[in-house]
């Protein structure tokens, strides 16, 4: 069966990565979701995408410029669909308490090496708070993410976000001992799914949004889709 992970919340529905949109996912019975971090120069872990408050907020200047205190402040609503109250950035934190999912993808973005190490043991740490750490896994394209949650982090489970294939994905999976590859539906053939799951990994295929493709991939044997449309996807291939 075919899991189903809210991306950003429900991305489509909501405005992205906010308390509303991690509610509205839960809504249509869909457990899992997929997030995006970035570290607050107070060194909370905040969730939005983008490391520029532009996007989202209108506002200028970075995610690591400011304080939690004040970007819990900042409506993120903005290029999203339309929503009727303001929707802040939220801590990890906040989420964590209110919200009840089986599973978390914790996406981590590129980061320096100091910086990639703050993040993922805020994120340890946070996670052994709240008792979730068998619910958690930290996914990143970057090396120096992965190389940090293998090095000092080692409990926490980890995926590889793969966009491209002119690297082998299963290849750089396995040298950072990950339990989960996400990868752009593009590249997910049957012959590359049926080698990662030979090799023990969950694969999570993104972003998938149309009924068709939902359908061709949990024929494929998708592990799991990850959707702007949870709703959606729940009534296509089923609630999981």
């Not at 303001?86 to 978390?104: G, M, N, V, Y």
Request: hydrophobic share 40%; proline share 5%.
């Amino acid at each position: 069966m075919t899991l189903i992970y809210g991306h950003r919340g429900a991305k489509g529905e909501c405005p992205e990565n906010t308390l509303a949109s991690f509610r509205q996912c839960l809504s249509h019975g869909v457990k899992r979701c997929e997030l995006d971090l970035h570290l607050s120069r107070d060194g909370e872990l905040m969730v939005i995408h983008d490391p520029s408050l532009k996007r989202t907020t209108g506002r200028r200047g970075k995610v690591a410029e400011h304080d939690s205190e004040e970007l819990v402040t900042y409506d993120a609503r903005l290029g999203g669909p339309g929503w009727h109250q303001p929707c802040p950035i939220p801590r990890l934190a906040t989420l964590f308490e209110h919200c009840d999912f089986e599973h978390w993808q914790l996406e981590v973005k590129s980061a320096s090496r100091v910086r990639a190490a703050r993040t993922v043991l805020a994120i340890q740490e946070l996670a052994e708070r709240h008792d979730l750490m068998d619910k958690v896994t930290v996914t990143s394209s970057s090396r120096e993410v992965l190389r940090a949650l293998n090095r000092l982090t080692p409990k926490l489970s980890r995926g590889l976000v793969a966009e491209y294939a002119w690297l082998d994905p299963l290849k750089v999976a396995k040298h950072h001992g990950c339990d989960l590859l996400a990868l752009n539906w593009t590249l997910c053939t049957p012959e590359r799914l049926l080698r990662a799951q030979k090799e023990g990994l969950h694969v999570s295929v993104w972003t998938v949004n149309e009924p068709a493709l939902m359908r061709r991939l949990a024929d494929f044997g998708v592990d799991s889709i990850i959707t702007d449309f949870p709703g959606l996807a729940s009534t296509t291939v089923g609630i999981s």
